[in-house]
Antibody, heavy 118, light 106 residues
């Protein structure tokens, strides 16, 4: 069974940093591209970042480029999102999600909540 | 990147109704569109990919259509479990979601 379990969320002040983690199981993590997607409270879904299976190719949404860094450790079946210079508008539930086929997303974790507030 | 516009934002319907949600892309995305269902407090669930391919395990009352810039998600006979929010997502150029359509009980 495919499982994605996020952690690392919490309350942080504006300008602060957090590192999110996502541990994968039930599939060969190193063979799959991955995304981070977020959802602000009561709002819709917003794609945040992408990483290739090797980790060599990454993409970011304009809203986070230059502040967030995606990475992975295939030996640990883990995906990461380093978030710096956090803003109130970054408050959201952050999901890690598996990319398949022609880049649709088939599995999602349950999310980890990031709250940016003073 | 393509912007995605869903309509309607909210849809009131009854069990047994045929329901159609529309998603329009700001530029052609070929058939690289997915539909997701999300229930409160839960992660999204993939229903349809490549505009019209049904994900394994998804009931056949769900169907998708369209290509280029206009797409539809149809539920042929709405069931109690289908009351949820639905999102389209393009993956032709990075990823962009529509704003969502909430299907509520009439």
């Amino acid at each position: 069974e495919v499982q994605l379990v996020e952690s690392g969320g919490g309350l942080v002040q504006p300008g602060g940093s957090l590192r999110l983690s996502c541990v994968a199981s039930g599939f060969t993590f190193s063979s799959y591209e991955m995304n981070w997607v977020r959802q602000a409270p009561g709002r819709g879904l917003e794609w945040v970042s992408y990483i290739s299976s090797s980790g060599y190719i990454v993409h970011y949404a304009d809203a986070v480029r230059g502040r967030f860094t995606i990475s992975r450790d295939n030996a640990k079946n883990s995906l990461y999102l380093q978030m710096n210079s956090l803003r109130a508008e970054d408050t959201a539930l952050y999901y890690c999600a598996r990319v398949v086929g022609e880049h649709q997303v088939d599995y999602w974790g349950q999310g980890t909540l990031v709250t940016v507030s003073s | 990147d393509s912007q995605m516009t869903q309509s309607p934002s909210t849809l009131s319907a009854s069990v047994g109704d045929r329901v159609t949600i529309t998603c329009r892309a700001s530029q052609s995305i070929s058939s690289l569109l997915a539909w997701y269902q999300q229930k409160p407090g839960k992660a999204p669930k993939l229903l349809i990919y490549k505009a019209s391919s049904l994900e394994s395990g998804v009931p056949s009352r769900f169907s998708g259509g369209g290509s280029g810039t206009e797409f539809t998600l149809t539920i042929s006979s709405l069931q109690p479990d289908d009351f949820a929010t639905y999102y389209c997502q393009q993956y032709n150029s990075l990823w962009t979601f529509g704003q969502g359509t909430k299907v509520e009980i009439k």
